[in-house]
């Protein structure tokens, strides 16, 4: 029970400082609408390249990849607010309450899933505006929005965990950084796996992202929605979820103890 | 003040990854509503011992309970008891005062209308009732140490942990922070665990202090106990030459009575007079005057300075902390220290 109060309050905390700082949620979301505006007018006739889905705009293609391109580089900015929290001794300040210790991790993620979550509205109605279709509809719109916060949501443990090792935000950014770019290309967020020379179509299929983009372009394009395909990219998004929180668990308790 | 001991500190030790023992075998008792500091220049192993006092930080070794709770099996019934302040401040400047006390409230487990009655209360405790729904990142200085103190002290806490709550403050904020920390501990009976490297502050607060370095405990009394230590006070006075004499004739007259006083120590000539070292100036002051009286030397000036807790410092590590602090406060010069 305290678990939960805890974490809510916590949460609404670090809403309320979101929403103050509006600047946060927007400052990620520059690279993802370049991406969306100048990528898909650059790649505009990748369509016609054999290999390509028939039928299928560039757009209504990379969509789905500049979804968790934007999920994933969020995430990995999500530990800053921890750095912020352990250098100005407001961590200490909790951590001498009666505070359920998880409750400061969990509130922290959760509003990073929130903060994912609108980013991604944005980028949906931007992509709307410029023609992109959900082909699956609302059902699939939330599903979509389900899968991308998930996804956030995990990988915003890495973040948090490099966070508390480092107490840095510019390692946070540069690893952030490094991390994405190498394996958001080296997965099927922007091109299809055929396109891509074998080792890389290797490393794409163990690569995380594309498990994901898959997914959520199933649910975008038409006729390709599959169960088993939706279950495996949730499978794989909670398989990291469990070692990311086991990582970040593990760094909190010593910096907790 | 009781005479139960809430705190007691066993051969406490904390050592380092690195190896630095940053607290080396220290033991002390605060009792039940004392003001209790630690004394003692940066480094000394102030903050860390406050840090393990409050669960942050596991010691080495040594035993530790607070109002009888071990603080390693007990953690959380002890942190229901205290009330930490720490040397950041550490308030959310995104949230505004009166939300960064009710977040404090709800951690600590209060809610609804009795956090936000108590909290409504502290505003105006600390002088922040006007300033309440103003973002906490636009307060000043002391405005901010207020509004964290006041976030110590939502849940009722039995005993406060303040880690130089007022470094880096002005003179007149300073000056508030001492009479708020005054009126917790003698109005409200709050046990105040204080460190600070400042000797006024020590000296006016303090019922009792340990002057601590390098790790150590050096020196532990109260602040008037620990002065008086240094054996002596320092009186100097000034003579009128009596008719005929010259000014040598008649400090060699005054040397020759004050021999006579069993309570001087030492007498060196000074400026314009004398300066003498004795033991409880104040006791010692009459019988000066009747000595001189009965000598017939007339005195100008008398001029008692009691020993400082700097000079107490100085005895037992043979450096001062006062030369640090002028550096890091030039405006204090002249604050007072006699």
């Known amino acids: ?257 | 003040m009781s005479t139960t001991d809430l705190i007691t500190v066993d051969n406490l030790v904390e050592v380092y990854a690195d190896g630095t023992k940053a607290v080396d075998g220290i033991s002390f008792k605060v009792r039940d509503g004392e003001f209790f500091g630690f004394l003692g220049p940066n480094g000394a192993g102030k903050s860390t011992t406050i840090k393990i006092l409050t669960t942050l930080l596991r010691k080495t070794s040594g035993t530790v309970t607070i109002a009888g709770y071990d603080l390693e099996k007990h953690p959380k019934e002890i942190r229901k008891l205290i009330g930490v302040q720490s040397q950041d401040t550490a308030v959310d400047p995104e949230l505004t005062g009166r939300e960064n006390m009710m977040l404090q409230g709800e951690l600590q487990q209060m809610h609804g209308k009795v956090l936000g009655e108590r909290v409504d209360h502290l505003l105006e405790v600390v002088g922040l009732k006007d300033a309440a729904d103003k973002r906490a990142g636009r307060y000043s200085g002391g405005m901010k140490k207020r509004l964290d103190l006041a976030c110590t002290l939502v849940h009722e806490p039995k005993v406060l942990f303040l880690d130089e709550p007022t470094t880096g403050l002005d003179p007149q904020s300073r000056n508030t922070m001492w009479d708020y920390m005054e009126s917790l501990n003698e109005k409200q009976g709050i046990t105040i665990f204080l460190t600070t490297q400042y000797l006024e502050e020590a000296d006016r607060l303090c019922d009792r202090l340990c002057i601590v370095d390098n790790g150590k405990i050096v020196a532990e009394g109260s602040p008037v106990g620990l002065k008086q230590e240094i054996g002596a006070d320092a009186i100097t006075i000034t003579m009128e030459s009596s008719a005929g004499a010259t000014k040598e004739a008649t400090k060699v007259a005054a040397k020759q009575v004050l021999s006579t006083l069993p309570a001087v120590v030492n007498t060196i000539d000074a400026e314009d007079g004398l300066t003498i070292y004795a033991k409880n100036g104040g006791i010692f002051i009459p019988e000066l005057i009747r000595a001189f009286d009965k000598a017939n030397i007339r005195l100008v000036s008398i001029n008692v300075s009691t020993p400082s807790l700097d000079d107490v410092f100085l005895k037992h590590t043979g450096k001062r902390i006062r030369a640090e602090e002028l550096v890091k406060q030039p405006s204090r010069a002249g604050f007072g220290r006699r």
């Open chain 1, 1 to 257: 029970m305290t678990l939960l109060w805890d974490t809510r309050n916590l949460f609404i905390r670090a809403l309320k400082k979101l929403t103050r700082n509006p600047i946060l949620i927007f400052f990620s979301l520059f690279q993802p609408i370049i991406f969306l505006v100048l990528f898909t007018q650059l790649f505009h006739d990748f369509n016609l390249l054999p290999g390509f889905p028939p039928g299928v705009s560039y757009l209504q293609f990379a969509a789905a990849g500049i979804l968790l391109q934007n999920a994933f580089s969020s995430a990995l900015q999500s530990g800053t607010s921890i750095v912020d929290d352990l250098n100005s001794g407001f961590l200490q300040k909790m951590l001498v309450t009666q505070v359920a210790r998880p409750a400061i991790l969990l509130g922290r993620l959760l509003t990073d899933a929130c903060r994912v979550t609108v980013q991604s509205i944005i980028i949906l109605a931007l992509a709307f505006a410029l023609g992109f279709r959900i082909e699956s509809g609302i059902p699939g719109f939330l599903l979509i929005i389900f899968i991308i916060a998930f996804f956030g949501f995990a990988w915003s443990g890495i973040s948090l965990a490099i966070g508390m090792r480092t107490r840095s935000t510019e390692t946070v950014f540069g690893i952030g950084f490094t991390l994405s770019f190498p394996l958001l290309f080296m997965s099927t967020a922007l091109v299809p796996v055929s396109f891509m020379p074998t080792w890389m179509q290797d490393v794409s299929s163990v690569n995380p992202i594309t498990y994901a983009v898959n997914a959520v372009r199933d649910l975008s394009l038409p006729g390709y929605f599959s169960l088993s395909a939706e279950l495996t990219a949730l499978g794989v998004i909670a398989g990291i979820a469990v070692v990311t929180m086991g990582a970040t668990l593990y760094l909190f308790r010593k910096v907790v103890s």
